[in-house]
């Protein structure tokens, strides 16, 4: 019997059903458990598929609970939370890379992510390519010998660029390379890279998925050999595991992920169309509207467009900016995204390109940038409401 996603942000992963035990999980916040010398060694090494629960930061119950439901949700075999989406990718990335390996990355991808890129790793010995990845032939230009990963982001933050799954699946296997996926803006709701042929999925949970703004997490979901070697490996010895209470935090926000995901691009949707028709508007970016350049990529490979859209005026962005950060009511002007409450915050393109990005192709960022881009985060409020906040903050 299949079963739905709708379902399965409920029921996924919660085990045999026992007359007296609570419907709802209680997080279990013990760091360590009752053991017995025959149960688990005490290195890393030692971690067997079968081993108990022995000590927080290598495995725990609600931990568990959530990397189950999430390999559900995403069609993975496992899933392996951590303490913050940037754990969780620059953990992957530690895991995957070693020195003299090469990383093809999407460009345009979320700042922490490209400046530890640009960074971090050509000082561990790693090469990175930045491709624009909206065009697949980009990647298969830059791939090499010693490509081990291609790590993409769909739809890309901010400018909401698309990268086709598929094709990039294929170019990085025929390459030797495996595909790991940001699907933050996309969740499991819009998008499913595993099927699509991507070898690694990585969520920032404190986005979509918690919803609710109250808890960091970070997630990646693959074949389960692989994530038992990125536990063993990273987890255990880096040290950053996900908070048993921001795990139940987040299990609590999966419950209500489809009906908000529905809301969130319903509304992104309204705010989107009536951004378009605004004299000070200079264009507007969202995967969901006619105008997208990769709109019919969009509606073969997201079954929802998401609630995060980016917009640019025509004249005075710096001004504008302080404008709405004053001006804004219902709208918060603020970072981050995927909350229920909206979210308003302008990324000035000489800024990111300055600290963050570095671009296979500026012109392409600056034609759908501008000066710099207005990302909004279209939360759960009522529609009209968003509207006409944002109707007094631009006049
Ligand atoms: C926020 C975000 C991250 C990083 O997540 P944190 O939990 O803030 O570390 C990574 N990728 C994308 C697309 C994000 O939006």
Redesign the pocket.
């Known amino acids: 019997m299949p079963i739905n996603l709708e379902t399965l942000v409920l029921h996924g992963g919660d085990g045999t059903r026992v007359i007296g035990e609570p419907l709802a999980p209680a997080p279990v916040l013990s760091t360590t458990y009752f053991t017995h010398p025959d149960a688990v060694g005490f290195s890393a090494s030692d971690l067997t598929d079968d081993a108990p629960h022995f000590y927080t930061r290598w495995s725990n119950p609600t931990l568990e609970l959530l990397e189950k439901r999430l390999a559900l949700l995403e069609g993975g075999e496992a899933a392996l939370s951590f303490a913050?989406?940037?754990a969780a990718?620059t953990g992957l990335f530690a895991g995957r890379l070693k020195s003299g390996d090469h990383l093809v990355l999407s460009d345009v991808c979320?700042a922490?992510?490209a400046e530890y890129a640009r960074q971090a790793l050509p000082r561990q010995g790693v090469e990175v390519s930045f491709v624009d990845s909206s065009d697949p032939q980009n990647v298969a230009a830059a791939m090499r010998p010693n490509t081990r990963l291609v790590h993409i982001?769909t739809p890309a933050?901010p400018i909401l660029k698309l990268t086709d799954i598929a094709a990039v699946a294929a170019i990085a296997h025929a390459g030797g390379a495996e595909l790991s996926v940001?699907s933050?803006?996309a969740t499991p709701v819009g998008t499913n890279p595993i099927a699509l042929g991507a070898d690694y999925v990585c969520h920032?949970l404190?986005?979509y998925i918690c919803g609710h703004g109250d808890a960091?997490?970070?997630a990646v979901i693959g074949r389960a050999d692989r994530l038992a070697e990125l536990r063993r490996d990273v987890l255990i010895h880096h040290g950053a595991a996900l908070s048993p209470f921001s795990a139940y935090l987040i299990l609590r926000g999966i419950e209500t992920l489809p009906l908000r995901m529905e809301k969130h691009q319903a509304n992104a949707r309204a705010v989107g169309e009536w951004l378009e028709g605004h004299p000070k508007v200079r264009r507007v970016l969202w995967p969901g509207l006619a105008s997208h350049e990769q709109a019919e990529l969009a509606r073969r490979q997201m079954r929802n467009f998401s609630g995060l859209l980016s917009f640019s005026v025509k004249s005075d962005s710096a001004g504008m900016a302080r404008q709405l950060a004053e001006r804004l009511k219902t709208v918060s002007y603020a970072v981050s995204?995927g909350k229920t409450k909206s979210l308003c915050f302008y990324i000035g393109t000489d800024d990111i390109l300055r600290s963050s990005f570095a671009l296979a192709d500026e012109r392409a960022y600056r034609d759908r940038a501008g000066e710099g881009v207005f990302r909004v985060s279209v939360g759960i409020e009522d529609a009209g409401d968003i509207i006409a906040d944002f109707e007094q903050a631009l006049r």
Request: hydrophobic letters at 35%.
């Open positions: 913050s989406g940037m990718i979320y922490g992510v982001e933050n940001d933050t803006i920032a404190t986005k960091l997490g970070g995204l």
